[in-house]
């Protein structure tokens, strides 16, 4: 499911909710905001393909919990508009800056080494992002549309969060073979959320 039909039907984007660890779960008050009764919305979404479950609490917010979170890499992604205010120096993880900036040279190295052994480009399998290290990517991936609508997105904040994120993933959740590995569809997955990461970080393809 792709946070921009949900948003779509709500008539807004609805917010990630918990770590998406084990179960992907979104939060929406769109019911409370367009003054409609919310179990009748919850029909709606719950009628749309992805959404496995939806609930209705406190005064009528929506619990929507998809299948696949994956899914939301099939949707593009462009850099925030955001003007990076960090120095170059220094160049350690105390440096918000610097660790924006290497996460976007880590995810185009990602890209690159991709073709270099051979990784499918094509046969996107979401399903397959099931790694805690993985889902913590996605489920800040997931935050775009809400924060793009907002006026104070918060990008100061949110970039340097995403980053270390991926460094995570990056580290231990590898997105290319390693030794004798074939190239399997996890890694074409892994390589789509290195895209994705590298689409929306500012920074320089090499460091």
């Known amino acids: 499911m792709r946070p921009r039909r949900l948003a779509e039907v709500l008539g807004d984007p609805p917010a990630p909710e918990g770590t998406w660890e084990h179960r992907a779960v979104y939060l929406s008050a769109a019911a409370l905001r367009r003054g409609i009764p919310p179990e009748r919305l ?33 949707e593009p ?7 990076d205010p960090w120095p170059d120096l220094p160049r350690t993880w105390d440096n918000p800056g610097f660790v924006v900036r290497y996460a976007h040279a880590r995810a185009a190295a990602v890209i690159r080494w991709a073709g270099e052994l051979d990784v499918p480009g094509d046969g996107f399998r979401p399903e397959t992002l099931t790694d805690p290290r993985d889902r913590a990517v996605l489920r ?22 995403l980053a270390l994120a991926y460094h995570e993933a990056h580290e231990n959740a590898p ?30 393809e090499r460091i």
Do not use: K, N
């Open 175 to 204: 997105a290319v073979p390693r030794g004798d590995e074939r190239p399997s569809p996890v890694h074409t997955a892994r390589v789509r959320l290195a895209a994705a990461v590298r689409a929306v970080l500012p920074g320089p």
């Open 42 to 74: 919850a029909a709606d979404v719950g009628a749309l393909p992805g959404v496995s479950a939806v609930s209705v609490t406190g005064r009528g917010f929506l619990h929507i919990t998809v299948d696949t979170p994956g899914e939301l890499l099939d």
């Open 77 to 83: 992604f462009a850099r925030v508009p955001f003007e």
């Open 140 to 161: 800040l991936l997931a935050e775009l549309p809400g924060r793009e609508a907002s006026r104070d997105p918060g990008w100061q904040a949110y970039l340097p969060r």
